[in-house]
């Protein structure tokens, strides 16, 4: 089965960037979606950015022209390039793999604080 593993988090102050990567080992078939979800202190799970097997992308509200999802399928990578953060996008970010019936292979997170 699927194992990923995000790297990349970190300390930036508000307005830097930083990339985030998800690196995917086992069964792992271009037809499945991925997904980047965040979970900040005290809040729900939130759907962050989306790629389907088509390259087609879906962005939250609160990330859009910011955050840009992008995938390798060559080396089983998905990435989340993150610019003009702010303190709001503090949280731990986890890849997430969607199977066309699916099925979820989810990493162990990667923490992204933003503060001054």
């Known amino acids: 089965q699927v194992q990923l593993v995000e790297s990349g988090g970190g300390l930036v102050q508000p307005g830097g960037s930083l990339r985030l990567s998800c690196a995917a080992s086992?069964?792992?078939?271009?037809?499945?979606?991925m997904r980047w979800y965040r979970q900040a202190p005290g809040k729900q799970r939130e759907l962050v950015a989306t790629m389907a097997s088509d390259e087609t992308t879906m962005y939250a509200d609160s990330v859009k022209g910011r955050f840009t999802i992008s995938r390798d399928n060559t080396q089983n990578t998905v990435y989340l390039q993150m610019n003009s953060l702010k303190p709001e996008d503090t949280a731990v970010y986890y890849c997430n793999h969607l199977t066309p019936w699916g099925k979820s292979f989810w990493g162990q997170g990667t923490q992204v604080t933003v503060s001054s």
């Open positions: 086992g069964s792992v078939f271009s037809i499945y979606s």
